[in-house]
C-alpha cells in the first residue's frame, strides 16, 4: 500500500540513468518531470559501478538538466545480485509469517544468509487448501551498498530499493490494469533484459538474461570491423523510421540476425514457464527499453512466440505535461521511461498489505 509522497524514480542503466518525477492527477498521475542522461563508456558493467565519479556526475546532470529539486529517491536493483523464489506455505499470520521467512530463505536463496537482504510478499491465499503463495526476494548486501552511496554521493537521498522486475509490472497496472489474462514484460536493457510473467496482477515467474542491446551493437562492430561508436550508430540509425534506407545494408541484416537471437533468448525464458505453470498460454507480450524502439525485435519475438507483442506505452494512462515537457520529445523517449515511472509510483510511506 502506497502512502506519502512520490518519489522521483531513478533507474540506474549500464548505458544510461533516467528519472521520472511524478504527482497526482484527475486521470490518476501525471509525468512533471523526466530526465535522460547517457553515460560514459564502461561506467556500468554488469550491474557492477566501475567509475563512480561519472555516474556521481551524471546523476547530478541529470537531476539539474531535468531540473528535478526533489532528493528522495526510489532505485532497483536486477541480474545476478537478486534473487526472487515463489514459494507455497502452510496458512498463517502475519507474525508467525514473519518469524518463518527467515528459515524458508535459508533453504531457498543460494547465498549466506548474511550477505542478503531479504524480504517477501503474500501474492495469494488459498483458505480450501490452507496454503498461500509467498514472494521471496533476496538481494546482496553488498550490491544494494554500492548503488545507494553512489547515489549519496551525487546529493540524493535512497528511500526505496526495489526490484526492475516489479518495477516494470506497477508501470504496466498504471497503465493497462491488472486485466484477466497472462502477459509477459520484457525490458531490454543495455546488457540485461529483465523478463516478468504476470498472471491477474500476480507475478508468476521472473528473469533476468544476460543479453541486450549493447550485444547487437557488438555485434555490428565485430562483424563490420568498425568502432564502438560507429557501431552504434548504425543500430540508433535502424531504430529510426526510415532508417533502414540510410544504414549500411551489410549493418542490417546483423541488426536482424542479433534481434532474431535475443528473440530466441525471451523465447526459451517463456518456453521454460509455460512447461512448469498451470497457465500454459501468455496471451501478450509488452517489450520496453530502448531496442523496443526497433519494430524488427517485436516481429521477431512474435514470429518465435506466435504470441501477439506490442511495444509498452508507459503514457498510455499517465498524463504528460505539457507545460514542463516536450510531449513529442517524450514519446519518442517513452521505451526508456518504463522503469523509472515504476519506481516513482512508489511513495515516501508505505505499508505491508
Known amino acids: 500500500?502506497?502512502?506519502?509522497?512520490?518519489?522521483?524514480?531513478?533507474?540506474?542503466?549500464?548505458?544510461?540513468?533516467?528519472?521520472?518525477?511524478?504527482?497526482?492527477?484527475?486521470?490518476?498521475?501525471?509525468?512533471?518531470?523526466?530526465?535522460?542522461?547517457?553515460?560514459?563508456?564502461?561506467?556500468?558493467?554488469?550491474?557492477?559501478?566501475?567509475?563512480?565519479?561519472?555516474?556521481?556526475?551524471?546523476?547530478?546532470?541529470?537531476?539539474?538538466?531535468a531540473q528535478i529539486r526533489q532528493k528522495e529517491v526510489a532505485i532497483a536493483v536486477s541480474g545476478a545480485s537478486v534473487i526472487i523464489k515463489k514459494i507455497s506455505l502452510p496458512m498463517m499470520d502475519r507474525d508467525e509469517l514473519a518469524e518463518q521467512i527467515p528459515w524458508e530463505a535459508e533453504q531457498h536463496i543460494p547465498f549466506n544468509i548474511h550477505d542478503v537482504d531479504v524480504d517477501?510478499?503474500?501474492?495469494?491465499?488459498?483458505?480450501?487448501?490452507?496454503?498461500?503463495?509467498?514472494?521471496?526476494?533476496?538481494?546482496?548486501?553488498?550490491?544494494?551498498?554500492?548503488?545507494?552511496?553512489?547515489?549519496?554521493?551525487?546529493?540524493?537521498?535512497?528511500?526505496?530499493v526495489d526490484i526492475c522486475a516489479f518495477a516494470l509490472q506497477n508501470a504496466f497496472e498504471?497503465?493497462?490494469?491488472?486485466?484477466?489474462?497472462?502477459?509477459?514484460?520484457?525490458?531490454?536493457?543495455?546488457?540485461?533484459?529483465?523478463?516478468?510473467?504476470?498472471?491477474?496482477?500476480?507475478?508468476?515467474?521472473?528473469?533476468?538474461?544476460?543479453?541486450?542491446?549493447q550485444f547487437i551493437t557488438e555485434e555490428i562492430q565485430r562483424r563490420l570491423q568498425v568502432d564502438f561508436a560507429t557501431a552504434e550508430a548504425y543500430k540508433v540509425g535502424a531504430e529510426t523510421p526510415g532508417g533502414t534506407d540510410v544504414v549500411p545494408h551489410e549493418a542490417i541484416a546483423v541488426i536482424r540476425q542479433s534481434l532474431d537471437s535475443l528473440a530466441g533468448e525471451i523465447q526459451r525464458t517463456l518456453d521454460f514457464h509455460l512447461k512448469t505453470a498451470d497457465v500454459k498460454v501468455i496471451d501478450r507480450v509488452y517489450v520496453s527499453g530502448g531496442t523496443a524502439r526497433n519494430q524488427g525485435l517485436l516481429e521477431a519475438i512474435q514470429g518465435r512466440t506466435g504470441t501477439a507483442v506490442e511495444r509498452f506505452d508507459p503514457l498510455r494512462r499517465v498524463h504528460a505535461d505539457a507545460r514542463h515537457l516536450d510531449v513529442e520529445w517524450l514519446r519518442g523517449m517513452s521505451p526508456h521511461i518504463v522503469v523509472a515511472l515504476g519506481l516513482g509510483l512508489r511513495k515516501t510511506r508505505e505499508k505491508r498489505n
Open 174 to 213: 498504471a497503465n493497462y490494469g491488472t486485466g484477466e489474462g497472462t502477459v509477459a514484460l520484457v525490458d531490454v536493457g543495455a546488457t540485461l533484459t529483465t523478463i516478468n510473467i504476470v498472471t491477474r496482477g500476480i507475478t508468476m515467474f521472473t528473469r533476468d538474461i544476460s543479453h541486450g542491446s
Open 1 to 65: 500500500m502506497f502512502e506519502g509522497t512520490h518519489l522521483v524514480g531513478l533507474d540506474l542503466g549500464s548505458s544510461a540513468v533516467k528519472a521520472v518525477q511524478l504527482r497526482p492527477h484527475k486521470q490518476g498521475f501525471e509525468l512533471y518531470r523526466f530526465g535522460f542522461e547517457p553515460l560514459p563508456p564502461q561506467s556500468i558493467v554488469d550491474r557492477h559501478v566501475m567509475n563512480s565519479v561519472a555516474v556521481r556526475d551524471s546523476l547530478q546532470a541529470l537531476f539539474a538538466k
Open 120 to 160: 517477501h510478499q503474500v501474492l495469494q491465499v488459498r483458505p480450501d487448501q490452507g496454503q498461500m503463495d509467498i514472494l521471496l526476494v533476496a538481494a546482496k548486501k553488498e550490491d544494494v551498498a554500492q548503488y545507494v552511496a553512489l547515489v549519496d554521493e551525487a546529493g540524493l537521498k535512497v528511500v526505496v
